[in-house]
C-alpha cells in the first residue's frame, strides 16, 4: 500500500528528530519513537528557529537584511514570528548568490545555475551541500512511496545525463524503497519511450506534462495505450488542465498526480493529494505561506497570493522568505484525504512563463492551456510576442495531429481565434496571430518548459 502524504513527512521527521541530540536535549518530553501532529509542529519551529540562527551566523545577505530589519534570531518564538522575518527577493539571489552562500564553496556537492525567466532575466546559483543533496532525496524517496509501491518499475523522462540531476536523484530515491527506475530522457521518439515502457514494463511514468500529453496524441492510435500497464502519470513542469488531465486518465486507463516544485526550494515539494485537486506539501523541509503580492502582507486563509518558501534545515544556502511569484491559495482546514497538512491550490500562474503586455494585462501559457487543449486536434503550442512601435503582437503556433485536411486547418485557426480573441489581453488591444504548423513541427527540440518566448525565436 503506498503512504500518505502525511505518514511521509511524519517519517521524514522522526528519522531526523531521533538524530538530532540538540532537540532532544531542549525537549525531554518528547516521547522516543513517537511522532504525531503536535510533535511535528514543536519539531518544525525548532527547525526554523536553528535555520535562522544558521543564516543569521553564517550568511552575510540574511545577517544583514535581520539587521536592517531590527529583528534576531531569538525573536522567533513561534511559526507565527516567521512572518516577522524580511522577504528575500529572487533579484537578490540573482545578484548576490554568493552572499547567501553559508559554507565555503569547495564543500558544495551539487552547484546549481539556471535561468528563471521566461524572456531575459539573470541566472541564480545555487548550492547544494551533501547533506541538503541526501535530503532532497529522502523527500523524492517519501514521495515515490505516495505515488507507487515497491516492486514497481518507473520510467523518468526527464533530462538526463547531468552529474547530480534530477533523473539521477530521482533514480537513488526510488531503488531506496525498491523501485526500478529507467531514465529515457526526453529527446527519443514517442515510439521508443513506448518500446521502453513495454520492454521494461514500466508502471510509472515521471514527465512534464507537455510532453506526456504529446506522446500520448502521437501514439494512442499506433498502440493499445491501456493494455501497456502504466498505472500512474506523475506529471510535473507545466499546468494541467482538465482537459488534459481527464483525456491523459483515458487514453492509459490510468491515474495521473501532479507535482509542484522550485528548483530553490530543492527540486521536489508537493504532490497532488489522491483525494481532491490540490497539493500536500514538504512541511517538514519547508514552510510556505501565502501573501499579499502588492503589500507584502499574509493572506486569509484561503485567499490567493504569492507563494512565499522558508527552507528548514538546508546547509549551503538556507532561503527565508524567498518570494516565488507564483500565484495560488493555501488552507489549513481538514482536508479531504484526512491528512493534517495544509493545501495547496492548483498553481497556475508561474512568474517564469509570465510576460506582461503594454495594455497591463498578464499572459502565460498556462492561461491559455484550458482553451487551447479544448480542440483535440491540438498537440502542442508555442506562444511567441512581440512589442511594437504602438502595438503588440501575440502569435500562437500550433501544432495539429497528423494527417488534418487544408480545410479542417483553416477550420481550426478560425475555432480557436474565437475563444481567444475574449481573452483580457486581446479585447484590450493586443494582436491575436495563431499559425498552424506542420504536424511534428515542435516535436525536435520540444520546449522543456511552456514559455512566452520574443517573436524573433518563431520559425517563420
Ligand atoms: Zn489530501
Given at each position: 500500500m503506498a503512504i500518505t502524504m502525511e505518514e511521509g513527512v511524519f517519517e521524514l521527521c522522526k528519522n531526523a528528530m531521533e538524530k538530532d541530540?540538540?532537540?532532544?536535549?531542549?525537549?525531554?518530553?518528547?516521547?522516543?519513537?513517537?511522532?504525531n501532529e503536535e510533535i511535528f509542529s514543536r519539531y518544525r519551529l525548532y527547525r526554523l528557529q536553528e535555520t535562522v540562527r544558521y543564516a543569521y551566523e553564517k550568511s552575510r545577505f540574511y545577517r544583514r537584511k535581520m539587521e536592517e530589519g531590527g529583528i534576531r534570531p531569538e525573536d522567533i518564538k513561534s511559526l507565527e514570528d516567521l512572518k516577522r522575518l524580511p522577504l528575500t527577493e529572487p533579484s537578490d539571489l540573482a545578484a548576490k548568490s554568493y552572499q547567501f552562500l553559508c559554507i565555503s564553496q569547495g564543500a558544495v556537492e551539487k552547484p546549481v545555475t539556471y535561468v528563471s525567466s521566461g524572456t531575459v532575466g539573470p541566472s541564480k546559483h545555487l548550492f547544494f551541500s551533501p547533506a541538503d543533496v541526501e535530503a532532497v532525496i529522502e523527500f523524492i524517496r517519501v514521495g515515490m512511496k505516495v505515488i507507487s509501491e515497491p516492486g514497481e518499475v518507473l520510467q523518468i523522462l526527464m533530462p538526463s545525463g547531468s552529474v547530480r540531476?534530477?533523473?539521477?536523484?530521482?533514480?537513488?530515491?526510488?531503488a531506496r524503497m525498491g523501485v526500478r527506475a529507467i531514465t529515457t530522457g526526453i529527446f527519443c521518439s514517442s515510439e521508443e519511450q513506448i518500446e521502453a515502457t513495454r520492454n521494461h514494463k514500466c508502471t510509472v511514468w515521471f514527465g512534464s506534462t507537455h510532453m506526456i500529453y504529446r506522446i500520448t496524441k502521437e501514439m494512442e492510435r499506433k498502440y493499445d495505450l491501456r493494455s501497456l500497464g502504466?498505472?500512474?502519470?506523475?506529471?510535473?513542469?507545466?499546468?494541467?488542465?482538465?482537459?488534459?488531465?481527464?483525456?491523459?486518465?483515458n487514453a492509459w486507463n490510468c491515474r495521473v498526480i501532479n507535482h509542484?516544485?522550485?528548483t530553490e526550494a530543492g527540486f521536489g515539494m508537493a504532490i497532488e493529494c489522491a483525494e481532491e485537486p490540490v497539493y500536500h506539501y514538504n512541511e517538514f523541509g519547508i514552510i510556505a505561506e501565502v501573501i499579499n503580492k502588492e503589500t507584502g502582507e499574509p493572506a486569509a486563509d484561503g485567499e490567493e497570493g504569492e507563494l512565499v518558501f522558508t527552507t528548514l534545515g538546508r546547509e549551503a544556502m538556507p532561503l527565508i522568505r524567498y518570494r516565488s511569484h507564483d500565484i495560488a491559495r493555501m488552507w489549513r482546514a481538514p482536508a479531504a484525504c484526512g491528512c493534517c497538512l495544509g493545501s495547496i491550490s492548483p498553481v497556475k500562474r508561474r512568474r517564469e512563463a509570465c510576460v506582461t503586455l503594454a495594455n497591463g494585462s498578464e499572459i502565460y501559457p498556462s492561461l491559455f492551456d484550458d482553451t487551447v487543449y479544448a480542440f483535440p486536434q491540438i498537440v502542442d503550442y508555442d506562444v511567441f510576442h512581440k512589442k511594437e512601435e504602438d502595438k503588440e503582437r501575440v502569435r500562437f503556433a500550433v501544432e495539429p495531429v497528423e494527417g488534418l485536411t487544408a480545410e479542417e486547418t483553416?477550420?481550426?485557426?478560425?475555432e480557436l481565434s474565437k475563444p481567444l480573441s475574449v481573452q483580457p489581453a486581446f479585447a484590450q488591444?493586443?494582436?491575436?496571430?495563431?499559425?498552424?504548423?506542420?504536424?511534428?513541427?515542435?516535436?525536435?527540440?520540444?520546449?522543456f518548459k511552456k514559455l512566452i518566448r520574443p517573436i524573433s525565436e518563431a520559425k517563420e
Open positions: 541530540k540538540g532537540f532532544l536535549r531542549a525537549n525531554p518530553g518528547v516521547p522516543a519513537g513517537e511522532m540531476g534530477q533523473a539521477e536523484l530521482v533514480t537513488e530515491a526510488a502504466v498505472r500512474t502519470m506523475f506529471l510535473t513542469i507545466g499546468y494541467l488542465s482538465d482537459t488534459m488531465r481527464s483525456y491523459i486518465e509542484y516544485g522550485l483553416l477550420r481550426l485557426k478560425e488591444g493586443a494582436d491575436l496571430e495563431i499559425v498552424v504548423l506542420e504536424a511534428g513541427a515542435l516535436r525536435q527540440g520540444a520546449v
